[in-house]
């Protein structure tokens, strides 16, 4: 236990929140809306609902006008707007008040009393790059298009933190086009001398990111699978519904299995994370490698599983391959995730 | 609860640690089958006399009457241990146990029950050479003259049948209705006359399963067990009777076996920085496979001991194992190279994760194969999970 996890205060029902995220995606959330019009327009209101229900004070701290929960209060959220291919998304702003729960003064403490008061929207960029020596443009990040802030972490969590106020002089935020139209993304061009370091648990931030990806791919994976499985049930061929067919359906349990694989282990990850308990770094990173696989399987095969349909704009299965391709690279490649638990995996395997 | 079962691992890894033979791996590196039935004996006898065996025998047996939170906690932790597993004991203590103890009569009971603990050893005598996937098509004729059965026919895959002393046995009664009517449940002494025994070599050299041939073979009317024709009801209990413990413990035994795959991958010596990064993330690949694992059936069994297991559970945790172990030992039998292939001496009885890879990668088609096919537990998984179309079946 690290000294900034609070003592919980009374726990709120998940079954309860995710009810609540649901009805609210479904009634705000038109997934093909995005396709016409890509940007954050698409979804006016979206987020200050999110904010309304009191999803940004959640984790925040009861000293400063927080609900003192778990990350096991935002993991059916981030599972929902996985779902539900929610374009608004408060992940990043979420990592930040984890990272800076724990800050009484200073531009941390700043920052986080905007984001309790509804004024900041936080944006995440991970750099292999020290601060000082950092490109003049950040490239791709998520959010960035409506974010106030900017905060910049080290790859694997840990080493120096900075964090920019994006509505300062010096800045351009480009929205970037990017197939994955579900989401916007920007290139943020910035003056590297305008930075302020802050001291920031980096590591509890890339958890966090860890598992908001995670759960969003479960969510995804499992929508994508539901219709893929409804679709091959009414759709005939031969005589049959096409989900009777042992070749289909041989591979449909193999994409329920790793799914479900990969939601045992994101929960547990969570559970860990919540606690702070046992190699909760680890396992979020672990998590976030299942989660992406397996939704990156089930949106390719559900397209394959549609034939021709699927190929198709009007289908909306690629918008569930394209958000998992997203998914797969954002904040990370597969290969970096592995090559950042794998020292801790290996130590503890040699401990027996 | 939590208490009883935290207080029971900490008794046990005492236990354990004063009782697990030491260097047992090594003294079973390549001996021969009059070694590793002696070790497998004297590993059991130890586990009974200390109540370790029959957790979950109802409560007048000693050692009986454990719940399954605890019967979970003995697994794992004699997994973590390294102890042997009891191969050759398993049927006795599980699928003869159990059935006995819920459709067994009282004399049954009385007979094979205490026999178990001192070591009579049982097989199962259910697939035959045309029913295997399709077991209720089972074929061997048993017919009722007086007070005996006179059984014809032949099984296959019972494990270790050429040393056991009975064997449970489905045989066919009646031919006229569906065909899981008509089955009926029989104990079959080994040593009856017309039983003959022949074990069948596996792909690794081993022998842990015996073809079964039945000629004229007499058994007494009192050894029938549950009603005549309704024998297929009774399998039921047979093949549930261990209630996912199996895996429990060869997923920790897996977990455990990690470290070997490390030490192959970094050769002794070296620092971890060096390891390959392709071999490295290979492992971090099939680490965090086998937590999601551990993890999934974690959450199987609060379910079972909560009596709300889903349908279809235990077939994914099946498939999920069975996938995991043979991509571990793949892995391993890779990064050994070579030399894999000129190490032909093993362990028996422990398990898949021996340390000798080729016997291991070869071994790890039984979990893909027994206990229901990998393709049927997909059958299960798409018809009863995903509630896809079932198809027209013979």
């Known amino acids: ?58 984790t925040a701290p009861a000293a400063r006008g927080g609900l003192d929960q778990s990350f096991e ?16 998304a408060i992940a990043s702003t979420m990592a930040a008040v984890d990272m800076l729960r724990a800050q009484d003064d200073g531009p941390g403490a700043e ?24 490109p003049q443009t950040i490239s791709l990040v998520p ?20 964090l920019f106020d994006l509505r300062g002089p010096g800045v351009r935020i480009e929205q970037v086009e990017t197939w994955d139209r579900s989401r916007f993304f920007a290139d943020i061009h910035l003056d590297t001398a305008a930075l302020k370091p802050l001291q920031v648990a980096g590591e509890i931030g890339r958890a966090h990111c860890d598992l908001a990806i995670a759960w969003d791919c479960i969510g995804g994976a499992q929508q994508a699978l539901d219709e893929a499985i409804a679709y091959m049930g009414t759709r005939k061929q031969f005589g049959r519904p096409i989900g009777s067919f042992q070749a289909l359906k041989h591979r449909a349990a193999d994409l329920k299995v790793g799914l479900e694989v990969a939601r045992a282990l994101t929960q547990r990850a969570t559970a860990a994370f919540a606690e702070r308990s046992g190699a909760w770094a680890d396992l979020a990173g672990q998590a976030h490698l299942l989660a992406v696989d397996s939704y990156r399987a089930i949106t390719e095969e559900s397209i394959q599983f549609h034939g021709g349909i699927g190929f198709t704009w009007e289908h909306d299965c690629h918008l569930f391959l394209k958000r998992a391709l997203m998914n797969e690279v ?23 | 609860m939590t208490d009883r079962v935290e207080a029971l691992r900490s008794e046990l890894r005492t236990w354990l640690a004063q009782n697990v033979p030491a260097g047992w791996r090594d003294r079973q590196q390549g001996d021969d089958i009059e070694g590793f039935l002696a070790s497998q004996r004297e590993w059991f006898a130890r586990l009974v006399a200390a109540g370790y065996a029959t957790p979950h025998w109802s409560p007048q047996w000693p050692g009986g009457g454990r719940s399954l939170a605890e019967q979970v906690a003995i697994f794992e932790e004699i997994a973590r241990a390294d102890a042997p597993r009891m191969s050759l004991f398993f049927v006795s203590l599980y699928h003869a146990a159990m059935t006995l103890q819920e459709w067994g009569s009282e004399a049954q009971k009385a007979r094979h029950l205490p026999a178990i603990t001192k070591g009579e050893i049982w097989c199962q005598g259910f697939s035959e050479p045309n029913a295997g996937s399709d077991l209720a098509s089972l ?30 046995l489905l045989v066919r009664t009646d031919s006229s209705g569906p065909k899981q009517a008509g089955i009926t449940f029989l104990l079959m002494d080994m040593r009856s006359k017309g039983v003959e025994a022949r074990p069948i070599r596996q792909i690794t050299g081993d022998e842990e399963f015996a073809e079964l041939f039945l000629d004229d073979v007499e058994i007494p009317v009192e050894n029938l067990v549950g009603p005549e024709n309704e024998g297929w009801k009774v399998a039921q209990t047979t093949l549930s009777s261990e209630r996912g413990l199996t895996l ?42 086998i937590e999601g694992l551990r993890a999934m059936i974690a959450i199987l069994m609060a379910r079972r001991i909560a009596g709300q297991e889903g349908v279809g559970d235990a077939s994914m945790i099946k498939l999920a194992y069975a996938r995991i172990a043979r991509d571990f030992t793949s892995l391993g039998l890779r990064l050994r190279g070579p030399l894999a292939q000129r190490e032909t001496r093993y362990v028996l009885g422990a398990g898949y994760e021996t ?23 997909r059958n299960i998984i798409s018809e009863r999970v995903l509630a896809m179309p079932r198809e027209k079946s013979a």
């Not at chain 1, 960029?125 to 020596?133: C, G, K, L, Q, V």
């Not at chain 2, 895959?157 to 056991?164: E, H, I, R």
């Open chain 1, 73 to 88: 209060a935002l993991a059916p959220i981030y599972e929902e707007m996985g779902r539900a291919l929610s374009p608004a």
């Open chain 2, 139 to 168: 074929r061997t004729r048993a017919e009722r003259k007086g007070d005996r059965y006179i059984v014809n026919g032949q099984k296959i895959w019972s494990t270790l049948g050429q040393f056991a002393d009975w064997c449970l």
């Open chain 2, 355 to 377: 340390g000798n890879w080729m016997f291991d990668f070869m071994n790890s088609y039984q979990y893909n194969i027994a206990g229901g096919s990998n393709e049927i537990q």
């Open chain 1, 1 to 58: 236990m690290t000294a900034d996890v609070l003592d919980v205060a009374e726990r709120m029902d998940p079954e309860e929140l995710r009810d609540a995220a649901r009805r609210l995606l479904a009634d705000q959330v038109d997934r093909r809306a995005v396709l016409d019009a890509p940007g954050p327009e698409s979804h006016g209101a979206l987020f200050g609902e999110m904010a309304n229900l009191g999803w940004l004070l959640l």
């Open chain 1, 143 to 162: 959010g960035g298009t409506e974010a106030t802030d900017l905060l910049l972490l080290p790859e694997a969590g840990q080493g120096q933190a900075a």
């Open chain 1, 330 to 352: 954002l904040l990370g490649t597969p290969e970096q995730v592995r090559d950042r638990v794998a020292p801790g995996i290996l130590e503890r395997a040699l401990k027996r």
């Open chain 2, 248 to 289: 429990v413990e060869l997923t920790e035994r897996m977990a455990r076996s990690l470290w070997s795959l490390v030490e192959l991958a970094t050769s002794v010596g070296e620092e971890l920085g060096r390891i390959d990064d392709e071999a490295r993330r290979r492992i971090v690949d099939i680490a965090s496979r």
């Open chain 1, 111 to 134: 920052l986080l009393d905007r984001i309790i008061a509804g004024e900041a929207r936080v944006a995440i960029a991970f750099t292999r790059a020290a601060p000082s020596t950092l």
